[in-house]
């Protein structure tokens, strides 16, 4: 093995989480997939056809760059692109056969212009804004589209759809706003499906599924509730290798900026991984950290190793005092995120949110396509 890492991806993981979804919100509604920036680094193509594999048939991208990508893993597929219709590329959404969630007015006037220039009618949907002030039409732009009956005939609407700002508190009374205004809305459009949640949205309740719902963080293994345990399978494993163990003395600094003194005899792990590898700089051990905010740990063979100084490009120390040295060993590996190192606790000691995390994973790692169950399970889906 050449790298300084392992990063080992569950597609069939994600398919799973993926039906578990889809069960939950029922036959009469369309259980799409969020599979944009590298299918939450994933990896698009394989985790496209997973899902594919699974009977997922609505993808949500967010750029036509990454929808012209996903356009040769699904041929049949619906495709989203949710940045919407990018000045001057029309040709390039109508050849991939990629349909622009139009969030502004003159995203919509150009595909109208397009679709009569080329003489026929394309697919598009419309993202209403209901109150996150990012992407999506003002209630007065919606109003004025719906009463454009041109326009509604220049491209077919085959989507009308909106973002929830806070669907991942609980609680957040926002949501319920959101709600209202998308349904009042979304009346403009009489016979065209809707969309509101995404993953925490589903978690919302029915009310929120309308006709399509867009999981992205929960086909991933992420936290869905903000604070709350509730997760789908775990997808994603990252484990780093011991390049050598040091034993060093109390009251001795660490690493860059001198950030963490020992504080007695301590054995240290450098581990061959480190920011540049998508491992967040902020995780890191300081001794300027509040004891009620320890920085993020490992699991190696069982033991929580706790990092020790600052987090480097490619490298970072763990302390491996407390675990049998038989264990501690140069070229054995500590995981990092998994099964036994929650991502959102990690994400949560770095300030951050596990999209980030699986979004840095990056490609340096030895990238594994492979089943992070127990063989048992590995051979009764062989099986199937
Ligand atoms: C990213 C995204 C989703 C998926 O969100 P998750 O929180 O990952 O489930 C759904 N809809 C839109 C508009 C998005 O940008």
């Known amino acids: 093995m050449v790298h300084g890492s392992r990063l080992t991806i569950d597609t069939d993981a994600i398919a799973a989480n993926w039906q578990v979804l889809r069960e939950r919100v029922g036959a009469s509604v369309n ?56 000045p001057g590329a029309a040709p390039i959404y109508a050849e991939a056969r ?23 009618v394309l697919d598009a949907a419309l993202h209403i804004d209901t109150g996150m002030n990012r992407l999506g039409l003002s209630e007065a732009d919606t109003r004025r589209i719906a009463a454009d009956s041109a326009m509604l005939q220049a491209f077919d609407l085959t989507l009308v759809m909106s973002h929830l700002a806070c669907g ?17 809305l979304q009346e403009l459009f009489p016979g065209t499906p809707c969309s509101l949640a995404n993953s925490a949205g589903i978690h919302l309740g029915p009310d929120y599924h309308f006709d399509m719902v867009r999981p992205g963080i929960a086909l991933y293994g992420g936290e869905i509730i903000e604070g709350a345990p509730e997760r789908l399978q775990t997808v994603v494993k990252l484990e ?32 061959s991984t480190g920011y540049g590898d998508g491992y967040h700089r902020r995780a890191g051990g300081a001794d300027t950290r509040p004891d009620d905010a ?75 396509y492979a089943p992070l169950q127990a063989p048992a399970a590995a051979t009764l889906k062989e099986d199937r």
């Open 31 to 86: 259980c799409a997939a969020a599979v944009k920036s590298d299918a939450y680094g994933c990896g698009l193509a394989p985790v496209a056809r997973a899902l594919a594999g699974a009977g997922c048939s609505t993808f949500f991208v967010a750029l036509p760059q990454e929808g012209v990508v996903l356009r040769r893993e699904v041929p049949g597929a619906v495709i989203y692109v949710l940045n919407g219709l990018l």
């Open 98 to 120: 990629l349909r622009p969630v139009l969030g502004s007015l003159a995203e919509a006037e150009e595909w109208a212009l397009f679709c009569r220039s080329r003489k026929v």
């Open 168 to 184: 991942s508190t609980a609680g957040s009374p926002f949501n319920a706003q959101q709600l209202a205004r998308f349904k009042a």
């Open 240 to 271: 780093a290798r011991i390049l050598q163990i040091r034993q060093v003395p109390a009251d001795v600094p660490v690493g860059y900026g001198q950030g963490q003194t020992t504080r007695r005899p301590t054995r240290l792990a450098i581990l």
């Open 294 to 368: 320890p920085p993020a740990h490992g699991v190696l063979a069982g033991h929580k190793v706790p990092l020790f100084g600052r987090v480097s490009m490619d490298l970072m120390a763990v302390d491996v005092t407390d675990v049998p040295s038989e264990l501690a060993r140069r070229g054995a590996f500590v995981e990092l995120y998994g099964p036994d190192v929650d991502m959102s606790h990690i994400a949560g000691t770095a300030e951050t949110i596990d999209y980030e995390l699986l979004t840095s994973l990056g490609h340096r790692h030895q990238r594994v």
